[in-house]
């Protein structure tokens, strides 16, 4: 038979209940505060090929964990040896590698295709010590720029690049800012699409830039541009060029108004800076009063630190998705940002299966 209750007898009780909560929450704090710190997930590992190891190290102290133990070396004839020191056997693995040119501190380089290699081996090495997931972290993708048969005869080279990650045993790729976001098309793993625009945009909103307009210095980044003028609420333009050949561009004119602004010149990466430095100056013939640049990517080959040295652009900002030369450091007009923090983020979503796209919110 059910009980009848009055509303007298549930004010008082419900008074009880409030006393006992009140009661028991010093208690509950005390409990928290002497709660243990969580021990590392042991099936969680990051390692690094040669390409990038201060970002690497940067990434892990965020995180909170050590890198990996794996031995890269070459033999004398130049093949690359790779080792992983430690058990990986049923763990979530993630190897950092961009595949860029890198001059290390002993003055000796190394190339795209050597990275790629090294990369490659990584994989297969995780692969075959039964590794549960093996994530190829890139934050930089070289060989993106080869996107396309523009010529008879020739690969697209990207998409090899992408079966190549398949094929070693990658199960998922994150990458930062691709040349073009159709890139991921060429995978048929998932692909994780990370933008620098968050760091890049939280740098130049705490310049305050006066009459700011965001420049695309082709029409191939206007979407890139259009974002970045949204985030920081500037104004758009275009400079439309004509390619004439391999890295060498010629800047034909201006697409809006720039007179008496400050330019901020935005693109994916910078190579030898001649696009860059052209467009600067086509930017200042049009009344611009300051240029600076931002890019994801500072690839700077050949001339390019002395062509932005010479150049009219005030201060050229990139992130760390490729180390920098001595050259480069000691450039007053060069900074960079540490992407760090955002790799780091996406490495722990992933790991933790949760959003990634919450990042770029």
Known sequence: MPTLITPTEKTEKAEKVERAEKKAEPMAEEKHERKPRPRVDEKFKIFSGTANEPLADEVCQFLG????????????????????QENVRGCDVFVMQPTCRTVHANGKSSSVDEHLMELLLMIDALKRASAR?????????????????DKPRSPISSKLVADLLTSAGAHRALIVDLHTPQLQGFFNIP???????????????????PNLTVVSPDAGGVERARFFAKKVDAALAIVDKRRT??????????????????CLIIDDLIDTAGTLVKTAMALQQNGATEVFACSSHAVLSGPAVQ?????????????????????????????????????????????????VSKLFV
């Open 191 to 209: 692909v994780d699409h990370l933008f620098a625009s968050p760091v890049l945009v939280d740098h130049f909103k705490k310049l305050s830039l």
């Open 133 to 149: 997931r093996i994530t190829a972290v890139m934050p930089y993708f070289g060989y993106a720029r080869q996107d396309r048969k």
């Open 65 to 84: 964990m050590p890198r990996g133990m794996a031995q890269v070396i070459r033999f004398a004839d130049g093949e690359a040896y790779v080792q992983i």
């Open 245 to 262: 050949d391999v890295n060498v561009a010629e800047v034909m004119h201006v697409i809006g108004d720039v007179h008496g602004r400050t």
């Open 307 to 355: 062509n932005i040295s010479k150049s009219v652009i005030r201060e050229v900002v990139v992130t760390n998705t490729i180390p920098l030369t001595e050259e480069a450091k000691q450039e007053p007009k060069i900074r960079v940002l540490s992407i760090a923090g955002l790799i780091g983020r996406a490495i722990q979503a992933n790991h933790e299966e949760t959003s």
